[in-house]
């Protein structure tokens, strides 16, 4: 049986980390030196922001592209809830 993939609904979530970085510093010092200004690199917790997007389509047709609440990831009772507010009425 041959499966008509213009029938298949598909879904995908992607988490977005904006303004994060992710570089790597190695910092070689004298002993004793560890903790002088030079050789830190500064951080902030909150720095980043996260970004989580849903989107859905089946054949050609195009759902919504969904932007999660701004700092939530996507958990089962978020995605179900999403499923009912946007996929449901897209689908029928």
Known sequence: MKRDYNKVCWSNEVTFYIREDNTMVYVTHGLGEEFLDKNLKPSFKS???LVSVWSYYYGNKM????????????????YLKTLKKYFILFYC
């Open 63 to 78: 759902g919504f592209l969904v932007i999660i609440e701004k700092g939530r990831r996507i958990t089962t009772k978020r």
């Open 47 to 49: 720095s980043y922001i």
